[in-house]
Structure formats: C-alpha cells, structure tokens
C-alpha cells in the first residue's frame, strides 16, 4: 500500500510531535524546577496538555482525509450503479 504525500507528512508530524512531548515535558521540567516543585509540574501539565491537542489535531486530519478518500470511492461506486441501472 502506497501513501501519498499528505499521508508521509503527516505521519512524520505525528512522530516529531510525540518525540516534543516526552523530550518537552522532561526539558520543560527541569527548566522551571528552580520555582519550586509544584509549580514546575503545573507547567510541564499544561504542556503536555497543549501538545496533546496538537497531536490530536493532526490526528483529526488524517481521520479526516481517510474519509474523503473513502467517501471518494463510494460516491464512484453509487454512479456506476446509478448508471447501471438508468441503462
């Protein structure tokens, strides 16, 4: 099964931001532990949380696109039998 382009791009989107998340959250922790603990863990959350959405994102647009394509295949399908039957 061959992907496209928009399939590679996406795929590689979605590693580099898995890749951002563990080594964000990690950098993200160690750069404002000097505030103190809580503080440091609250932030790193709230990263982690933004970064989810954009994982989520991009994985709304391959979803997204599977369907087009999907959709796309059907719609060929219903004409040939639309014209199928009109003949």
């Not at 590689?12 to 440091?40: E, M, N, Q, R, Y």
Request: net charge positive; aromatic share 18%; glycine share 4%.
């Amino acid at each position: 099964m061959q992907k496209n382009k928009f399939d590679r791009i996406i795929s590689f989107l979605l590693g580099a931001s898995w890749a951002i998340v563990i080594f964000g959250a990690f950098i993200t922790f160690k750069l404002f532990s000097f505030l103190g603990f809580s503080l440091a863990l609250f932030i790193t959350i709230i990263f982690i949380i933004v970064s989810f959405f954009i994982i989520l994102t991009l994985d709304a647009f391959s979803i997204n696109r599977k369907k087009y394509e999907e959709s796309k295949k059907q719609t060929k399908l219903l004409e040939e039998i639309h014209t199928a039957l009109i003949k």
